[in-house]
């Protein structure tokens, strides 16, 4: 059984940053995708970032492209997010998630990722 814990959150004022954690178990994380995806109070859930199983390939959310950075190291089966130049519209909980498939080409739509961890709460104060 897969599992996600994701690690970092917390109240940091604007202008700040943060690097959020993903640590992943349960199955040869080299081989999956992973992406962060962020939900604020009243919103829908939406993705942050995205980067393929390899990572070469990634994706950004226009509200946080150039601010915010997906990698991973495969050597310790973590995926990271790092956040600068953090706005109060950034405040929400932090998902990570794992895509369903192996070796596939980079996902963007949260149906396709099928491990999702418990969550992390990011607070950017004004």
């Known amino acids: 059984q897969e599992q996600l814990v994701e690690s970092g959150g917390g109240l940091v004022q604007a202008g700040g940053s943060l690097r959020l954690s993903c640590a992943q178990s349960g199955r040869t994380f080299s081989e999956y995708g992973m992406g962060w995806f962020r939900q604020a109070p009243g919103k829908e859930r939406s993705i942050v970032a995205s980067i393929n199983w390899s990572g070469m390939s990634t994706y950004y959310a226009d509200s946080v492209k150039g601010r915010f950075t997906i990698s991973r190291d495969n050597a310790k089966n973590t995926v990271y997010l790092q956040m600068n130049s953090l706005k109060p519209e950034d405040t929400a909980v932090y998902y990570c998630?794992?895509?369903?498939?192996?070796?596939?080409?980079?996902?963007?739509?949260?149906?396709?990722?099928?491990?999702w961890g418990q969550g992390t709460q990011v607070t950017v104060s004004s």
């Open positions: 998630a794992a895509d369903e498939s192996p070796y596939s080409a980079l996902k963007l739509n949260g149906a396709a990722f099928g491990s």
